[in-house]
């Protein structure tokens, strides 16, 4: 496991280099998105004027946003769960060439595909609370679709300065760090049992109406 520290637009070869379970922190614009995002980038190819080359960084969140003196800065940074769409996440990282996904738990297989073939990363957020990652952003740049969508829906472009950490939690080798846990998680259960003589076939209450 390595802590490294990049700047966005991140290059490929960098990307390629990363591991799951490596330590990031980064700077440069990023762009976020929710499910309106998704849908109408693939259903309906409306894009935010956003150079996705320049800004290769997505993440997965609604901001809590405040409009003082007529800036608009974050109260809040707490991304929302990928795997709600991973419908879309596949599609979404080739169409735009993305680099890295900033968000909460882990996406699925067909995203995982298209990280191995474009070169992005999966990124997740464990124990940065929301106010914390919002003091990392030193600058709104711009904001786009707020009047249709709203502020939880709309793209925000920001300026981040050391922001994270942010683990790796999907390499472009395919590896899954949710799934690694996983596996381990289940495998001292199994241990667990043996030493306390816990049949396998053991089963918890179902607590389901």
């Not at 990280?115 to 600058?139: I, P, W």
């Amino acid at each position: 496991m390595a802590e490294i520290r990049l700047s966005i637009p991140l290059k490929e070869k960098e990307v390629r280099d990363l591991e799951i379970g490596d330590v990031i922190y980064l700077d440069g614009p990023i762009f976020t998105g929710r499910s309106l995002f998704h849908i109408r980038a693939i259903d309906e190819n409306i894009l935010p004027p956003v150079d996705f080359k320049k800004m290769n960084i997505f993440m997965h969140i609604g901001p809590v946003m405040v409009q003082v003196n007529n800036e608009w800065r974050p109260v809040s940074m707490a991304p929302t769960s990928s795997i709600r769409f991973e419908k879309y996440g596949a599609a979404v990282i080739r169409k735009l060439g993305l680099k890295g996904i900033i968000g909460k738990t882990t996406m699925g297989a067909e995203s995982t595909v298209a990280m191995k073939e474009v070169g992005c990363v999966h990124l997740t957020v464990v124990g940065v609370m929301g106010n914390t990652l919002a003091s990392q952003v030193t600058r709104v740049l711009n904001v786009h679709f707020l009047d249709k969508l709203g502020k939880t829906e709309a793209t925000w472009v920001m300026e981040l300065e050391n922001a994270g950490p942010f683990i790796v939690s999907i390499d472009t080798h395919g590896k899954n760090l949710f799934h690694r846990v996983n596996r381990e998680v289940e495998k001292r259960f199994e241990d667990f049992y043996a030493k306390y003589g816990i049949s396998k076939d053991f089963t918890y209450t179902d607590v389901n109406p």
